[in-house]
């Protein structure tokens, strides 16, 4: 049973946009920040996006104007909008929450951007 699950990756052309779903199986992550990282082959794990409770944003400067991080704590989902997405886009994308001292991690959905 994975608490955080991450849908919406795919194989997207140069160019195009994807979306990437996280749903919690609970509301306890409608509380506190929420990260999306990204790991690319042979690559280490690279935080791409976070989003606070209140909505502040926070980005990482290869993906600064091209992805949008957002949240619905009503529904305990957040998401990831990704435009004009590059080949060095390509990677897994993992949904991330840090709780009590405990790192929580989706399975990861994958990424890959053709040139």
């Known amino acids: 049973q994975v608490p955080l699950v991450e849908s919406g990756g795919g194989l997207v052309q140069a160019g195009g946009s994807l979306r990437l779903s996280c749903v919690a199986s609970g509301t306890f992550f409608s509380i506190g920040p929420m990260d999306w990282y990204r790991q690319a082959p042979g690559k280490q794990r690279e935080l791409v996006a976070s989003?606070?409770?209140?909505?502040?944003?926070n980005y990482a400067d290869s993906v600064k104007g091209r992805f949008t991080i957002s949240r619905d704590n009503a529904n305990h989902t957040m998401s990831l909008q990704m435009n004009s997405l590059k080949p060095e886009d390509t990677a897994v994308y993992y949904c991330?929450?840090?709780?009590?001292?405990?790192?929580?991690w989706g399975k990861g959905t994958l990424v890959t951007v053709s040139s």
């Open positions: 991330h929450a840090l709780r009590m001292g405990v790192d929580y």
């Open positions: 989003i606070a409770t209140g909505g502040r944003t």
